[in-house]
Each structure stands twice: as structure tokens, then as C-alpha cells.
């Protein structure tokens, strides 16, 4: 409610119009006054017996409209002298995200009061780029947007996991589950901004562990297997224990290679063992002789021999038969020298 305001000149001259304005037949013990009307700015005067602002209105038939604004509150009542001042609403264009759209708003208000007020009648956050300060003025057009947030909440896993204890009880390579891993839960609150519908930026608001992951827990064995016989293979490398890997460039002989059949060298190594799957021919100043060996596709095996032609990175495996040798012919191996 607007405060209210009175001038004295106007009283003054508004009682020598009392006669003038008073009507001829008033009712008996009704109390004239004069009043002083505004409407938008025109002032007029009246000599009225109306005890409150709403019995004016509707003496002086004065239809209010949405939006009609008074510095009275409608009832209140009237002295002598009193300024009644009412403010007519007046329509605008808003252009709200590009869609025109009549509106009627107050007198005197300004644009962030009007977009203030858009907000809380729509429930719509709007932005504009004119200047906020500036007053409304009957017709014009304000261009808004609206700008809007949406809070979303959302929950993802959060993995486990995985804690390995050594098992010297174990073999090598084989793994015993102790505990099974749990996957937690994150629940995300995200503030989404929209403007004109589209989105404009995302932020975190928040991040609250609902659930702790579950580390799963498992035993790795790291108990060697004995080395097997020679030419025995194993399943997996892992079950190895090896200190160095060489890939190196491989092929075959067999026993009478080393000397004719009958003779007293007949099958016997340089290092005098006796030739079978698995002993090998190597250059000593790259693999000395007696270093045990696992090679992949031919198995366990042992640096017992040397050859002439077997200089460097080469290496000959033995073989049972000449058939065998020659299909085997040459090629690249991996070989592991064992610890």
C-alpha cells in the first residue's frame, strides 16, 4: 500500500467547491468530504459522503482492472482531504525464447521488477539483456529467455579391488580366492542449466559414497615346481623359475653327428654326457656349459655339448632320429635359463 499523501492548498480550495459538488439530496448525518482523485498522473477533485476507498469507487463507478495499482488500501477509510492516487496497468510485448505474448503489467515498474515478476507467476527463471534500471513504458517489447536448472541424481559403481597375498604354500602361478571383491555405489547430484531449452552447463553439486567397494582377496602361489626330467614340458611358463630369456636360432642333430656308430665317442657330448632329448649344443661364452634350460616346444634341457658350426646366438637341440631332425630344420625358440 502506497503511503498517503495530502496537500494542504488543495483542501483549502476544496471546501469553498463543497457546496458546489454536494448533491441535493444527502442522506441525513452523512458527512461530505472532498477528495482528491489521480489517475495516472490527472488529478480531479470530488465532494463524496463515501466512508471508505471502495464506496468511492463504486460511487464514482470506477471499474479496477488486474494490474490497477492504489495508493489506498480499498478499505480504508476517507477523511476530508484525503489524495486518492490510482495507477492503470498497461500491456506490453514480451518476446519470451522467441514467442510473442502479451502482457499487462504495472504502472512505474521497472524491467527486473517485470522479469522478477514473470519468475515467480511462471515458476520460470527468465534472463533479458536490457538494462534492468530502465522503466516499462506501455507497448513497448522485452525480449526474455528462460534459464532453468535441473537437479539430477544419478549412482554409479565404484570398483573394487584386487589385494594379492603371496602363498609359499602354493604353486607358482595357481591363485586362491579368499574373499570376493564388491563393487561400491556413488551417488552424483548434478545441477543441469538449460537455456531456450538447451542445455547450457553442467555442475556437481555433490558426491556421496552410498557404499564402500568390497576388495576382492586372493592367495598367488609362489612355490616353485622341481625342474622336470629333460624333454619335459609344463603347462604354463609361469611355473618356471627363470633368471634370463633368449630367443635364439635353433637346430637339430643327433648322435651320429658326433661320431660313427661303433666308436667310443659315439653319442657322447663335449662335456662327456651322454646324448638324449633334451641336451643341447651351445656356444659356452653365451650359455656356459651345465646351465640347465627350458625351451618352448622341446622342454626341459641342459647345456652339455658344443659344435663348430654353433657359434653366438645358436643353439642345437638333440634329436632321436634324423627324420626328426631334418623336420624340425631351423628356426627361432625362446629359451629360459633356469635359476
Do not use: C, W
Not at 32 to 60: P, Q, W
Not at 115 to 142: C, H, I, N
Not at 249 to 272: F, M, Q, V, W
Amino acid at each position: 500500500m502506497r503511503k498517503k499523501t495530502s496537500f494542504a492548498a488543495l483542501i483549502s480550495g476544496a471546501a469553498m467547491l463543497a457546496a458546489a459538488y454536494a448533491p441535493m439530496n444527502v442522506a441525513a448525518g452523512a458527512q461530505l468530504k472532498t477528495i482528491f482523485f489521480v489517475e495516472n498522473g490527472k488529478s480531479s477533485t470530488y465532494v463524496t459522503t463515501a466512508e471508505t476507498v471502495r464506496d468511492f469507487f463504486l460511487e464514482a463507478d470506477i471499474t479496477l482492472t488486474p494490474k490497477d495499482t492504489a495508493n489506498m488500501d480499498y478499505d480504508e477509510v476517507l477523511d476530508h482531504g484525503d489524495v486518492l492516487e490510482l495507477d492503470r496497468g498497461y500491456y506490453i510485448t514480451i518476446v519470451a525464447d522467441g514467442e510473442d505474448e502479451k502482457i499487462k503489467v504495472n504502472r512505474g515498474l521497472t524491467v527486473g521488477a517485470v522479469v522478477t515478476q514473470l519468475r515467480k507467476e511462471r515458476d520460470v527463471y527468465y534472463t533479458t539483456s536490457a538494462s534492468l534500471p530502465s522503466f516499462v513504458e506501455e507497448g513497448m517489447t522485452l525480449e526474455i529467455s528462460s534459464f532453468y536448472d535441473v537437479i539430477d541424481l544419478s549412482r554409479t559403481p565404484i570398483p573394487f579391488e584386487t589385494e594379492e597375498i603371496d602363498a609359499p604354500d602354493l604353486p607358482k602361478g595357481t591363485i586362491e580366492l579368499v574373499q570376493e571383491g564388491v563393487e561400491g555405489e556413488l551417488e552424483t547430484a548434478l545441477k543441469i542449466s538449460f537455456r531456450k531449452e538447451i542445455e547450457e552447463s553442467r555442475e556437481i553439486l555433490s558426491e556421496t559414497v552410498v557404499h564402500e567397494p568390497i576388495p576382492k582377496i586372493v592367495r598367488v602361489g609362489s612355490k616353485l615346481a622341481p625342474a622336470g626330467g629333460l624333454g619335459e614340458k609344463v603347462e604354463s611358463i609361469s611355473e618356471l623359475d627363470y633368471s634370463q630369456v633368449i630367443v635364439m636360432n635353433a637346430t637339430a642333430y643327433t648322435a651320429s653327428e658326433l661320431a660313427k656308430p661303433g666308436s667310443k665317442r659315439y653319442g657322447i657330448t663335449a662335456s662327456g654326457m651322454k646324448v638324449a632329448h633334451g641336451v643341447v649344443a651351445v656356444d659356452p661364452r653365451v650359455i656356459p656349459l651345465g646351465t640347465k634350460l627350458y625351451i618352448e616346444g622341446y622342454g626341459y634341457s641342459i647345456a652339455a655339448d658344443t659344435g663348430g658350426a654353433i657359434k653366438g646366438n645358436k643353439i642345437d637341440l638333440y634329436m632321436e632320429t634324423l627324420q626328426a631332425a631334418r623336420q624340425f630344420g631351423r628356426r627361432n625358440v625362446t629359451v629360459y635359463v633356469l635359476k
